[in-house]
């Protein structure tokens, strides 16, 4: 039976324990495993898929972590990190090197923005930036020497929505690597690889894991061969997942469907509120028809995700009143959380950024970024209503 994502997300397959088996994955809390035979544990230091034998290379909770993902996400496999920087910089650092050219989407993940340059500088890699949904502009970035294309379904913090068959496509003609981070999509609304993408990043800290209690990253792999050799780098990087934070992803995981649909329509319902508020002259989210992504997004995906943002008319100081008169909202950093938080990207996310790249991103003085929980839309048009008054 072909089984959807949102009944693969519930059911784990577990192992026998003599006639019964537990409902819930264990978790493996242990550093090192035991071999009885020497020729299987040589075996299983140099290869993902052979018997568990050290926490850096591998662990049975973080194995069921990296499977259910790998799953959901339409992968062969996938390899669990510490955070979401780590798998990002596990297939970064992996794939390139000095002398190689990456052609990046322009408005980035505030510390993806900071690695690249960091790549840019000291790493002898060379960057070209293009808009997230020109094909043209890709192909005509492309050199010899490039060898990773790296994009995101659905970018901090104004929401631009990446071409992701166009842009794919056009990788996979020519023979590079794409990469796409999905953290703000996730596998329930965008499932990358069947857009023809290579690898999919995220950053598990947000809604997979879902309830701010875990920092953890994710890599899930369209082939093998790329499997193995970012597995291999990823353990003599020591970019490992915990067990524990690996458990509480997964326990996350069986209700990021529900979770996600309440996170979809209170933004609809705040993103059009705000849209009609005279104190407000933009909103940024795709599933409004003044988006410029409002089109592509309606074909890719079926809703748009909890994060948003919107540009007060009195700029930076009514950005900071705002942000010191709301009461339900937390003023946090992340998100994909159940609780809404808000914050300023200028000062806070993007702070590393001059105001040249600020501009690349779409981030104004006075922005304001939401991301939006699953609390009762009222109560949060409420508590916005009366900071934004
Ligand atoms: C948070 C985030 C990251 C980084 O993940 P960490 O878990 O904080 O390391 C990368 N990409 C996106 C889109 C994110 O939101």
């Known amino acids: 039976m072909e089984l959807r994502p949102e009944t693969r997300a519930v059911h784990h397959a577990q192992p026998d324990l003599d006639g019964s088996r537990p409902i819930s994955v264990p978790i493996y809390q242990t550093s090192g495993f035991v071999f009885d035979d020497p020729a299987v544990f040589a075996d299983a230091m140099g290869r993902p898929d052979g018997a568990f034998v050290y926490g850096r290379l591998g662990n049975p909770t973080v194995r069921a972590l990296e499977d259910k993902l790998a799953d959901l996400e339409g992968g062969v496999a996938a390899v669990a990190t510490g955070s979401g920087m780590g798998a990002i910089n596990c297939v ?46 890709l192909r005509a970035a492309v050199r010899p020497e490039t060898k990773l294309v790296y994009l995101e379904t659905l970018a901090n913090p104004v929401l631009q929505v990446a071409d992701l068959p166009g842009m794919c496509a056009v990788a996979r003609e020519l023979g590079i690597v794409s990469v796409v981070d999905n953290t703000f999509a996730t596998p329930m609304l965008c499932r990358p690889i069947e857009h023809g993408a290579d690898v999919v990043v995220h950053s598990t800290t947000k809604y997979l894991s879902g309830h701010t209690d875990v920092v953890g990253g994710l890599a899930v792999f369209a082939d093998d061969a790329l499997h193995r050799k970012i597995w291999h780098f990823s353990v003599e990087l020591g970019a490992t997942a915990d067990p524990f934070a690996s458990w509480l992803t997964l326990r996350g995981l069986q209700t990021l469907h529900l979770r996600m649909e309440r996170h979809c329509s209170n933004t609809r319902y705040l993103a059009t509120r705000l849209a009609a508020h005279p104190a407000v002259t933009a909103v940024h989210w795709p599933g409004l028809p003044s988006h410029p992504s409002y089109e592509l997004a309606g074909k890719l995906l079926p809703d748009f995700g909890g994060v948003f943002s919107f540009e007060l008319s009195g700029g930076r100081p009514a950005g900071e009143k705002f942000m010191s008169s709301v009461r339900l909202a937390l003023l946090a950093p992340s998100l994909g959380g159940v609780e809404t938080l808000v914050m300023h990207p200028a000062t806070t996310s993007h702070r590393s950024l001059s105001s040249e790249e600020l501009a690349r991103h779409g981030i104004g003085e006075g922005t304001i970024r939401l991301a939006v929980g699953i609390e009762h839309p009222e109560d949060l048009w409420s508590d916005i209503e009366q900071a934004l008054s």
């Open 92 to 137: 970064l650092l992996g794939l390139l090197s000095p002398g190689d050219h990456l052609v990046s989407q322009k408005a980035i993940y505030g510390g993806t923005a900071a690695m690249i340059n960091e790549l840019e500088r000291r790493f002898g890699v060379t960057v070209t930036y293009v808009p997230e949904d020109d094909p043209d502009a």
